[in-house]
């Protein structure tokens, strides 16, 4: 690789640390070019150099944002069905300061997200992928006899996600109510209400 090369990948790492930066203390209200380059010391000339405006820098958040969600330390799936399924509710939750921190950034993240239509479609796929990560779970809960023999599981990982992010805007704005333990109560509880058969209609 030649040095200018090297030297561009060096400068775009900094760029997006930068971001990272603004991201964790302000979320995507405060995101902007100028913010930028206050975090790496810079001029903001050196930063539209790799962000024409401030849609090109939001969508380069929501990557940074994505990747650093999936590589953080996660709880290990263990076993296939029902263990599985509350390790991906779990894994959601903000259950440490550093989940917090991420949740408060992803909740930050809908107001640009539903303003913008090709920002608005990458959420709405991600989303489709984490109902089918929970769907999956339940598949083979459902495969494992864990769940009633007539559940539609479908319908219960949109309720499960439903749930979920339910929790952790409650989370965000009462920690101190709905603190890790209980959060993971909770959790608890409405996995458990999912392997009870449900009443016909009357």
Known sequence: MSPARTDHDARRHDVSEAVWRV?????????TL??????????????????????ELVAHALD?????????????TGAPGLATLRAHVLNILPLT????????????????????????AAQR???????????????????????PPDADTGRLAAN???????????ALFDPDTFT????????????ASLTRRRLPPP
Request: proline share 4%.
């Open 23 to 31: 991201l964790a203390e302000h979320g995507f209200a405060g995101l």
């Open 64 to 76: 940074i944002l994505e990747t650093r969600t999936r590589h953080r330390p996660r709880l290990a």
């Open 160 to 170: 499960v996600l439903s749930f979920t992010h339910g929790l952790v805007v409650q």
């Open 125 to 147: 796929t991600r989303y489709e992928r984490i109902r089918a990560d929970l769907r999956a779970a339940l598949d083979d809960a459902l495969r494992l006899g864990e769940l």
């Open 180 to 191: 890790p333990a209980r959060q993971t109560d909770l959790a608890d509880d409405h996995l």
């Open 97 to 120: 300061p550093e989940g917090a921190a991420m949740n408060r950034i992803w909740v930050s993240s809908w107001d640009v997200a539903l303003s913008d239509p090709d920002l608005y």
């Open 34 to 55: 100028r913010a930028v380059a206050a975090a790496m010391g810079a001029s903001t000339g050196l930063v539209t150099h790799y962000f024409a405006g401030k849609r």
